[in-house]
């Protein structure tokens, strides 16, 4: 029998993307019920080829095995003992509440197999006969050995090794492995949450559980009210999924308004060489003091000046709202700019204060069904990097394709990762291409595209300098693309 499941378990299940199995949804080849699930049959048909041993999920499990990966690797993957017993006592029992009912509906069908018996052998009626043969048949057909539903198989480890959360209102899901809390998982899926903290001091993350149980994996300040308890509040920052499948009520964030200001004073971790003239600097927030922003969106960075003078620069975040403790920015080399010196300089060292004022900007991800198209030019890398992380994190884009112009010899700087995101995902490209003029070289970015994407509705993601958005975008406004699904950043 065919058992239902939504759209991001079933895409866990066949080892796709999310994007993907909508997209086939959206073309027809799969039916979805009124509730918004998936049949299990009917997700075999469409991917025969489903094996849990294809899922990864028996490697993971015998990894745990290996005593060389250890205690880290136990943590990554499984929950603590106490959530983990938690959801076996869950899983122990459903199967006993199913055991009951099907003895009583077993017993049920056998007394009433009994009288269309004895009503068979007192009346001489071909009626009763049919009635005696069709329940005999009917009864051959259930107790016959049937083909295992491997779906249901892997469906059921699932349940055990993580946990899926619905959010009310907004119907988005994610899952939680590992240790994780709820705050963690939902912010490595790319969704916009409510926090503040993240350390159980301010409340901000505060939800209400609706269905599911929760259990409490860090310790937390916040002092829940009595009311709030027993309307089933907790903290997200706190606590992790203590059942198969968890419903919360809480809203979300719908773009850059609804994020507030923010000032915070973070710690340079490192300044790294990605080329001759790039720098990677990496500061890290505070534990308690979290820096709060969407995918694609910039900051202020303010480092102490001589004279009392403080130098400023407005740059975008590299790094993806997941981690938002360890913050990335990629500066180039520029003789006009009094902060880039000061960083290729050396005078920026590990330990060193830089302030960050934030977020800014617009450029963030639509929510759009559309395959994804990137293109950057030298630095613009940097918020279509973590666009991309974001719509990664997300698994709704059935496709993303991403175009990189460098004006320098070494512009490509973070080619390697390019390359693996190529090589590690079906659904991404890289096309990498290299031209002195930025604005030169948006015509051949949009004649690179033109061979492949013009004849798709995509949305389109511009970055760079003004001389690469402007000409980038009037090649798209030609080509006919609506504005509505053109989205551009000038730096």
Request: glycine share 8%; hydrophobic share 40%.
């Amino acid at each position: 029998m065919a058992q239902w499941l939504t759209v991001w378990r079933a895409a866990q299940l066949v080892g796709v993307s999310r994007g993907a199995l909508q997209q086939r949804i959206r073309d027809g080849e799969l039916q979805l019920a009124d509730d918004g699930r998936v049949p299990t049959d009917a997700l075999l048909k469409l991917y025969p080829q489903a094996r849990i041993e294809e899922t990864g999920m028996l490697e993971r499990v015998a990894r745990i095995k290996d005593e060389s990966f250890g205690r880290r690797v136990r943590e990554r993957l499984l929950p603590s003992q106490e959530v983990l017993a938690q959801r076996l006592f869950a899983q122990t029992q459903e199967l006993a509440d199913l055991r009951r009912h099907l003895e009583r509906y077993h017993g049920l069908v056998m007394e009433l197999r009994e009288r269309i018996h004895e009503g068979a052998r007192e009346a001489d009626d071909p009626r009763w006969r049919d009635l005696r043969q069709a329940a005999d048949r009917g009864l051959a057909r259930v107790l016959a050995t049937e083909t295992v539903d491997m779906l249901d198989v892997m469906d059921d480890m699932l349940k055990v090794m993580s946990a899926q959360v619905t959010l009310r209102p907004s119907g988005h899901e994610f899952t939680v492995e590992g240790r994780d809390t709820l705050l963690q998982a939902g912010l490595r899926a790319g969704l916009k949450l409510n926090y503040g903290c993240g350390n159980g001091s301010c409340g901000m993350c505060k939800v209400r559980v609706i269905s599911g149980e929760v259990a409490r994996v860090q310790h937390c300040d916040y002092p829940l009210s009595e009311a709030e308890r027993a309307q089933g509040y907790a903290l997200m920052c706190a606590n992790t999924a203590a059942s198969s499948e968890v419903v919360i009520e809480t809203l979300e964030a719908r773009g850059p308004q609804d994020i507030a200001p923010q000032q915070i004073t973070t710690t340079v971790r490192a300044v790294t060489e990605l080329a001759p003239d790039t720098r990677l600097l990496h500061l890290q927030t505070p534990r308690s003091n979290r820096l709060r922003f969407l995918a694609g969106q910039s900051v202020t960075l303010g480092l102490p000046g001589g004279g009392g003078d403080d130098l400023h620069a407005t740059c975008p975040v590299a790094s993806c709202p997941c981690d938002d403790r360890n913050l990335h920015f990629y500066v180039a080399r520029d003789e006009d700019d009094a902060f880039a010196q000061r960083l290729f300089g050396g005078a920026v060292q590990p330990g060193q204060a830089v302030t960050v004022w934030g977020p800014l900007g617009e450029f963030v991800l639509a929510d759009s069904p559309r395959p994804l198209v990137f293109a950057a030019c030298d630095i613009g890398f940097a918020p279509v990097k973590s666009l991309i992380e974001h719509a990664l994190a997300l698994d709704a884009a059935p496709s993303i394709a991403l175009f990189w112009l460098a004006t320098r010899v070494d512009g490509h700087f973070m080619a390697n990762q390019c390359r693996a995101w190529s090589e590690a995902l079906d659904n991404f490209e890289a096309t990498l291409l290299r031209h002195d003029d930025a604005g030169a070289g948006a015509r051949e970015v949009a004649r690179a595209v033109r061979a492949d994407l013009f004849d798709i509705d995509c949305d389109f993601y511009l970055a760079g300098p003004e001389a690469f958005v402007r000409e980038l975008d009037a090649q798209l406004d030609a080509a006919g693309v609506p504005r509505g699904q053109r989205i551009a950043e000038v730096l």
